[in-house]
Nanobody, 126 residues
Framework: QVQLVESGGGLVQAGGSLRLSCAASGLTYSAHAMGWFRQAPGKEREFVAA????????IYDDVVKGRFTISRDNAKNTVYLQMNSLKPEDTAVYYC???????????????????WGQGTQVTVSS
């Protein structure tokens, strides 16, 4: 059974940093591109960042580009999201997701991700 477990969320002041982790099990981790999405209260879930299977290629939403960094450690079956210069509008539940196995595509689309974690809350105070 595939499991994705996020951790590292919490309360932080504006301008601060957090590092999210997502540990995967039950899948051939290196076969999957990985993504981070978020959902703020009353809003649709939105794309944040994604990384290729090897970790060599990544994409970001423009809103977080330059502030957030996605990375992965295939030896630990873990993907990370380093979030710097946090803003109150970054407040959301953050989800990690695994892309379709052995696909070379790194996607912004939720439909390209077949497995999702339960999410971790990030709250940024002003």
């Amino acid at each position: 059974q595939v499991q994705l477990v996020e951790s590292g969320g919490g309360l932080v002041q504006a301008g601060g940093s957090l590092r999210l982790s997502c540990a995967a099990s039950g899948l051939t981790y290196s076969a999957h591109a990985m993504g981070w999405f978020r959902q703020a209260p009353g809003k649709e879930r939105e794309f944040v960042a994604a990384i290729s299977r090897s970790g060599w290629f990544s994409i970001y939403d423009d809103v977080v580009k330059g502030r957030f960094t996605i990375s992965r450690d295939n030896a630990k079956n873990t993907v990370y999201l380093q979030m710097n210069s946090l803003k109150p509008e970054d407040t959301a539940v953050y989800y990690c997701a695994a892309g379709r196995p052995y696909s070379g595509h790194v996607s912004r689309a939720e439909g390209e991700y077949g497995n999702w974690g339960q999410g971790t809350q990030v709250t940024v105070s002003s």
